[in-house]
DNA sequence: TCCTTAAAGCAGCGATCAGTGCGTTAGGAC
DNA sequence: GTCCTAACGCACTGATCGCTGCTTTAAGGA
């Protein structure tokens, strides 16, 4: 008892547990409703016992917010062309071929229904992203823009269509969406 | 078996009972998080028995789409003043305050964990009545705008907001998203 | 290499859920 | 008022979930 430091140990084992808990997670919402989303039956999947998911996780909501989060995280590269339009257009796209997969709304729709903070776990890589593509555009002399409302303007949209309508985006879209966001000049 | 018609009871105990389901699971969900949102347990809350809701629902999936239904259905005046600006200003501010109760965000979080369609169920009657106010616009001559462009311009950002988001909307955010669909004419 | 101790596995326990067969109540047509 | 039957209530049964002591394994520092 030298001190209160609990030494963690994320390598190994741990993280393997952690991996296949993580994917057999998706497999099974890619498969069935999220209702029958089990501790027992991801650790069935997995290969693990279920008490190690009772243990590390504790519930279903808390799974899926650490799914969600990793799933989330660093999966699009924030594009730096040095033109905010061409940068935003790009990023845009890549963002809409993330939501047209169905495994992806799966999870994510899984992520909203356990808690309400479910949803934010899905989009704050997303913030972060747009927050470093708008602070180069200010730092080069460029528009200063506000994160929330390019987020109203680009995000709003496409996850509204992802989550609540079946309208499959259109080819140009995300053109269109930054050009109502930037107007013809910019 | 004189033909094959079934008589329905839509009146009388059958209606007491659907409505004191649909109570009892809103009030649950506003209460606790969804995942203990059992067939039992909302029952036990309407004063039924849980062998009705088997019957009548058989899953809480189909259950929270009947709630979702009948829960986001006649709910908002369409307004019509004969202006489509101030039509849409209005509405927007009616849907806006609606998404800010925190039970009817439960209610929506719910429905869209239950299922690919849950989230459509939650929209389906804004997109009428959408559709509604720009007939009536293009009737008398106005501008002729296509349902699903507003619907990403307007209800885009409030339900990304209030599913994504932590965001409260801002006072006079109605006026603004107008004010960006139609621009500064009308 | 050895040692400490996170972290995973094992066995087993209430509690509750999903589902079924059958009797009972009451809505609605006649 | 009478009758039919849709819809609800009751009693009951596996199956499984959530959880807890205890043991075993292996990660990571000395």
Redesign the pocket.
């Known amino acids: 008892?030298s001190s209160t430091t609990?030494?963690?140990?994320?390598?190994?084992?741990?993280?393997?547990?952690?991996a296949d808990v993580h994917r057999a997670a998706q497999e099974l919402l890619a498969e069935q409703p999220a209702?029958?989303l089990?501790?027992?039956?991801v650790?069935?999947r997995a290969?693990?016992?279920?008490?190690?998911?009772?243990?590390?996780w504790?519930?279903?909501a808390e799974l899926l917010n650490d799914v969600a989060t990793s799933r989330f995280s660093g999966d699009i590269v924030v594009p730096d062309t040095g033109s905010l339009r061409e940068d935003l257009e790009r990023w845009v796209t890549d963002v809409t071929t993330d939501l047209a997969d169905p495994d992806t709304l799966a999870l994510m729709r899984a992520a909203i229904g356990a808690g309400p903070d479910g949803g934010c776990t899905c989009v704050t890589d997303r913030h972060a992203q747009l927050a470093a593509m708008l602070g180069r555009e200010r730092a080069r002399g460029g528009v200063a823009l506000d994160v929330e409302r390019v987020a109203d303007a680009l995000l709003g949209p496409l996850y509204y269509r992802a989550i609540f309508t079946t309208t499959p985006p259109e080819p140009g879209w995300a053109h269109e969406l930054v050009h109502a966001l930037l107007g013809r000049t910019a």
């Open positions: 008892m609990t030494t963690f140990r994320p390598g190994g084992r741990s993280a393997r547990v952690r209702e029958g089990t501790l027992p039956a650790a069935g290969g693990v016992h279920p008490t190690t998911l009772y243990r590390r504790g519930s279903v």
